[in-house]
């Protein structure tokens, strides 16, 4: 079966790659990722260097992502795939298979994952800082002339993921209650960084079962909030708020963003702000 889905994709990229837009637009490096974060992290290190295409559009819900085959014929002329590994994308063996001739980077490379969490490994800022380096090293492996110019991006970037860690460090510290409440389980990586007890439900529904523990937990704990991913349904939420009498707080997995957020300026940094000061009100 596996074999059989290879074939209509190399069939299908090569009927799509006689399209034009297959042709390259830029002189500069075409370089591709996955997922918002890692196209985040790449737009900082590559800077004025490259020219980066995000395969999720802008908004998109990364864990339904299909590859398609003008996905295909647009990835076949990149000289550098960058995806987030951890398992996120399903997709990514069958590409590497069909599309051979193309660079690839893991930039999960070298993160420790022994515990089995989720995929999110960028929400730990410890980690973001080692897919940023994974990063950069696999610009610098295809494009040696601007070596310097990527490692100190990648230094400017890497002293502010180390101030921010120390900010979320420092302002955890002091909670009253570790209990995260979520109804997105992303942030396994975040809350083993600091010490936090990650309590996730169903985003859409719960069974009675499932709606009665973690109501009993929520009583039993003192925990003060429940939170939400601002763009997914809040009627579980809300349903749970009511019966708890706790606050309904927005926490971002920023695995996409929306254009309207973009093109405010929002990125990855000023995210993971929001998201501190919804945890400092949520946990206190």
Not at 18 to 45: C, E
Not at 130 to 152: P, T
Not at 156 to 162: K, M
Request: overall charge negative; some cysteine.
């Amino acid at each position: 079966m596996k074999n059989i889905f290879l074939i209509i994709i190399i069939l299908l990229s090569i009927f799509a790659c006689n399209n034009n837009d297959n042709k390259k637009t830029s002189d500069k490096l075409q370089i591709y990722t996955s997922i918002y974060p890692i196209y985040d992290f790449t737009k900082k290190i590559g800077g004025e260097k490259i020219a980066v295409y995000n395969m999720t559009k802008a908004g998109a819900e990364p864990h339904d992502f299909e590859i398609t085959s003008r996905d295909m014929a647009n990835l076949s002329k990149a000289d550098l795939f960058i995806y987030n590994g951890g398992g996120m994308e399903h997709w990514i063996d069958a590409v590497k298979e069909s599309l051979q001739n193309i660079k690839y980077v893991d930039s999960s490379s070298n993160i420790n994952n022994e515990n089995n969490l989720d995929a999110h490994f960028w929400l730990s800022p410890k980690n973001a800082k080692i897919q940023m380096e994974n990063i950069k090293n696999g610009l610098a492996e295809i494009d040696s002339d601007n070596k310097n110019y990527y490692e100190s991006n990648y230094n400017l970037y890497a002293s502010r993921l180390d101030e921010l860690d120390n900010k979320i460090k420092n302002s955890l510290s002091n909670i009253k209650n570790r209990n995260l409440v979520l109804t997105h389980p992303a942030f396994g990586h975040f809350c083993e960084e600091y010490s936090l007890n990650q309590i996730a439900i169903a985003r859409d529904e719960a069974d009675p079962k499932a709606m009665a523990e973690i109501i009993t937990f929520i009583k039993n704990n003192n925990v003060n909030a429940i939170f939400y991913e601002e763009f997914s349904s809040s009627k579980l939420v809300d349903s749970i708020a009511n019966e708890t009498k706790i606050k309904t707080l927005t926490l971002n997995p920023i695995e996409s963003l929306s254009e309207k957020n973009i093109e405010a300026g929002e990125d990855y940094f000023s995210i993971m702000e929001k998201n501190l000061i919804s945890l400092l009100d949520g946990l206190n």
